[in-house]
């Protein structure tokens, strides 16, 4: 039986586009999606008005549209728009970076931070918690994403990196800001691997045992799994208690598979096209 915790944490499914699709090719999935996303209640979590379970995270170029269609009333407030990266500054003399404040006037709700293709370009932990700090100076809740390199997992200190990579956000983010945390195995991104639903409970329970000891309600945050997330394994990973819902990658990019997961997290689904 999942934990009284575990009952009271919302599954959330995030689809992280990366650098795709064109222009129209990215409205028109965007308004599928939209369309098929029932508008039912989103749960309640982090305040009385509840936040989407369902997440859209494209490139910046497409922010300002999808803001406008989501403003006309005709998406599902269950939807949600998030940004993939956020700069360090906010506004001011800092060219080529979008910063929070500019993001949250544009509708994003939350922020990928320390994404694995962010870190392989160069990102520090201290470089990460400095945006996760912006992100929530702005009000977008931060999805920060830990996990390990495949040679880290083969020398059996997985736990130890992602404990790392958790402690520098951690003890700089306030107890009392809400964080998200996808737990991203950096071997299964874009490999085609994935994985085991045992693998992954073993790293979410040891996420929950760190933030815990920094003082945070462990039990109670969400923490996403992502690595070849697609609607084959779908369910078993969401089956697990321990795994409150998906960032997902390619499979965002059709239709038919990212709803496939958002099925199979429980959260409704219209049958109409």
């Not at 996303?37 to 490139?59: C, M, N, Q, R």
């Not at 969400?222 to 697990?240: C, H, R, T, W």
């Amino acid at each position: 039986m999942p934990s009284p915790e575990a009952a009271n944490r919302p599954k959330i499914i995030a689809g992280n586009w990366k650098l795709n699709p064109p222009r129209a090719r990215g409205l028109e999935l965007f308004g599928e999606v939209a369309r098929r996303v029932a508008d039912t209640p989103a749960p309640k979590f982090y305040g009385p008005g509840g936040i989407p379970d369902v997440w859209i995270l494209p490139p910046s170029p497409f922010l300002g549209m999808f803001h406008e269609l989501t403003r006309g009333g005709g998406v599902p407030a269950r939807i949600g728009i998030g940004a993939q990266d956020i700069s360090p500054s906010d506004f001011g003399a800092h060219t080529g970076e979008t910063g929070g404040g500019l993001l949250f006037d544009f509708g994003c709700g939350i922020a990928l931070t320390g994404h694995s293709e962010r870190r392989e370009a160069g990102e520090t932990d201290a470089i990460i918690a400095i945006k996760t700090l912006a992100a929530d100076r702005a009000g977008i809740i931060p999805l920060l994403c830990v996990g390990e390199s495949e040679a880290e997992r083969d020398s059996g200190d997985m736990l130890a990196v992602v404990e790392r990579q958790l402690a520098a956000v951690v003890g700089v983010l306030p107890t009392d800001r809400p964080l998200w945390i996808a737990y991203e195995p950096v071997w299964a991104i874009g490999t085609g691997r994935t994985a085991t639903p045992e693998q992954v409970v073993e790293v979410h329970r040891s996420i929950r045992d760190s933030l815990t000891r920094g003082g945070r309600d462990g039990a109670r945050t969400p923490i996403l799994y992502g690595g070849s997330v697609k609607a084959a394994n779908a369910v078993s990973l969401l089956a697990e208690a321990e795994i409150d819902g998906a960032l997902v990658g390619g499979a965002s990019l059709d239709a038919d598979s990212f709803l496939a997961i958002v099925e199979a997290a429980g959260l409704g689904v219209s049958t109409g096209g």
